[in-house]
């Protein structure tokens, strides 16, 4: 096990922040796990795990360890008629993981298609996306203490599942290493077009209504979800960003009605019974000053992207506390005009 020192992390998250760890460390296997925990540059100092650094806003220097999640492997566990248990490794792309269950042609998670990041940061944030949660598919998540090495399988209710939320982000925050996920997938055909239950997601009907696609294959939604993504969201390497960056709203019904008096238009979804005000048209109705909309908005070396107003940017070499600034001064203007509280889903370090 090899721990550099002084590290520089600019390639390693998405936003392409040029800051530097105090310690790192790569693992590739659940061996040089054991090793590391052992080692007191790991011991006897802060951590951060990283997968793909597609959900992390670095605005200093980090005085700890920075451990990259490397660990590989996808493979078919168990399996029936009706359904496959597949498990992946954490160090693995998520999207290759997408790619090899359509192309094998199950069901599941082909609407979370193209979403960036490593497959062991997917039950920390329960990603979800087109009307899909990592919920809905998760089986049991492998993991390791990192204080006594001990391995744990964790159920999918163990996981505490929420809205981009999860028990690794709250109580057992900072307190496991995810090694390894299994997911439960359908070999039927389940299109999962919002999730089970629900009305299609409007976004991906749409598409699929205008370019005349017949859904014969999970593939054909995975397809159809990599093109909405890439219309809308910016390559992170041509242009540094870290995807979404606020949460949606939760507000009760009464709060909803009290909103519509002032904004007919005001969008809402029903989610399990609770009402969701979309966070990117709260942005979209602010800005920097009255009549101006913070989506394409530019300052410096930052700004909103102008085809997705979530999406904040890194136009050439800001700083995290750049980046940081603008974040709050969202959150203020939203604030200021709903009453509303803007929740970051990127973790602020």
């Not at 709250?170 to 997938?185: C, D, E, H, R």
Request: hydrophobic fraction near 40%; charge should be positive; proline fraction near 3%.
């Amino acid at each position: 096990m090899k721990i550099e020192n002084n590290y520089n992390l600019s390639k390693l998250n998405t936003f392409g922040i040029n800051v530097n760890t105090k310690f790192f460390a790569m693992v590739e296997s659940e061996k040089d796990l054991e090793e590391l925990f052992n080692l007191p540059e790991f011991k006897n100092n802060k951590k951060i795990f990283l997968g793909g650094g597609s959900n992390m806003l670095f605005t200093k220097d980090f005085e700890g360890i920075v451990v990259l999640n490397k660990l590989k492997g996808i493979e078919i566990v168990k399996e029936d008629i009706e359904n496959v248990l597949i498990r992946s490794m954490g160090g693995e792309f998520w999207q290759d993981l997408v790619a090899f269950t359509v192309d094998h042609g199950y069901w599941g998670i082909e609407n979370l298609a193209a979403i960036p990041g490593t497959v062991g940061a997917t039950p920390v944030q329960n990603i979800g996306a087109y009307g899909v949660e990592l919920k809905d598919t998760l089986y049991d998540v492998e993991a390791f203490n990192i204080e006594n090495g001990e391995k744990k399988i964790f159920s999918k209710e163990e996981c505490e599942l929420g809205y981009r939320e999860s028990i690794f982000k709250n109580k057992l925050k900072g307190k496991y290493f995810i090694s390894a996920v299994i997911l439960k997938l359908s070999k039927k055909p389940a299109r999962q077009l919002a999730g089970r239950g629900k009305k299609m997601y409007p976004a991906l009907r749409d598409f699929l209504e205008k370019n005349k696609i017949e859904v014969k294959n999970s593939k054909d939604i995975s397809n159809a979800v990599i093109a909405i993504r890439r219309s809308k969201l910016p390559d992170p390497k041509v242009l540094g960003n870290a995807g979404s960056f606020f949460k949606n709203v939760f507000v009760s019904r009464e709060h909803l009605r009290v909103l519509q008096k002032n904004y007919s238009d005001l969008p809402y979804f029903e989610d399990n019974g609770e009402i969701k005000i979309p966070a990117g048209w709260l942005v979209e109705q602010c800005g920097p000053t009255d009549g101006i909309s913070w989506k394409g908005y530019k300052s410096g070396n930052v700004g909103v992207y102008e085809k997705q107003s979530l999406v904040l940017v890194n136009y050439g070499k800001a700083s995290g506390v750049e980046i940081l600034d603008l974040v709050n001064k969202i959150i203020v203007s939203v604030r200021e005009k709903f009453g509303l509280e803007l929740m970051p889903e990127v973790n602020i370090v």
